[in-house]
């Protein structure tokens, strides 16, 4: 499978806990996205890595979340004291490092998040 | 602030009509533009992208791009009820930020036999 792939598929916590996602991007793909979709809307950004710098990070992300993508391959999204407005579907995406705006996000098959 | 939005939906067709999906944006230097597909429960995956003014063809999809109007539709011909699902739309801006795709809400269709 060379797709994007993301563990775990469901998670559900209890509030106040830590958790953390793992994702593997495609493997010639240098740039990784991690994106949060609630109900009924568009993924949202979070952050984006190109190989192992973290270049951008939303102001929605709260110090809570953490990502890191330590040797430019796989990444992983820790939130920390969980709160019930965390849950949603977490999106991974890659894709290759092009300078120009055409080169299309591959989206791995997210992690489901459930505070309880 | 850069936004993207969709016309609200839900839309339902019945098989074998065009549907048509509509997208505007705020942002004039923004420089792509993408159209997902996502089936409830699953992850978006990519139809089709523009970047140039007109329409492209791929199969029964045509994406229409007019930068002047800041506006970018999608048809799908001969609907089919497998077409059903959540159609995000999504737009990346220049500088820094190449790639990074900014999503509509999503507009569900909905196509009835």
């Known amino acids: 499978d060379t797709g994007v792939s993301q563990n775990p598929r469901h998670k559900i916590t209890k509030r106040g806990q830590n958790v953390t996602f793992r994702c593997d991007p495609i493997?010639?793909?240098?740039?990784l996205y991690w994106y949060r979709q609630t109900l009924g809307q568009g993924p949202e950004f979070l952050t984006y890595?190109?190989?192992?710098?973290?270049?951008?990070k939303s102001r929605l992300l709260s110090d809570r979340f953490s990502a890191e993508r330590p040797k430019g391959s796989f990444s992983t999204l820790e939130i920390q004291r969980t709160e019930q407005g965390d849950s949603a579907m977490y999106l991974c995406?890659?894709?290759?490092?092009?300078?120009?705006?055409?080169?299309?996000?591959?989206f791995g098959n997210g992690t489901r998040l459930t505070v309880t | 602030q850069k936004e993207v939005e969709q016309n609200s939906g839900p839309l339902s067709v019945p098989e074998g009509a065009i549907a048509s999906l509509n997208c505007t944006y705020s942002d004039r230097g923004s420089q792509s533009f993408f159209w997902y597909r996502q089936y409830s429960g699953k992850s978006p995956e990519l139809i089709m992208f523009?970047?140039?003014?007109g329409d492209k063809e791929d199969g029964r999809f045509t994406a229409q791009l007019n930068k002047a109007s800041q506006y970018v539709s999608l048809l799908i011909r001969d609907s089919q009820p497998s077409d059903s699902a959540t159609y995000l739309c999504?737009?990346?801006?220049?500088?820094?930020?190449?790639?990074?795709?900014?999503f509509g809400q999503g507009t569900i269709l909905t196509v009835h036999p």
């Open positions: 493997s010639e793909h240098n740039r």
């Open positions: 999504a737009v990346t801006y220049g500088g820094t930020s190449y790639g990074k795709l900014t």
């Open positions: 890595f190109q190989n192992e710098a973290q270049l951008e």
């Open positions: 523009i970047y140039s003014n």
């Open positions: 995406a890659s894709s290759p490092d092009r300078r120009v705006g055409n080169s299309p996000l591959h």
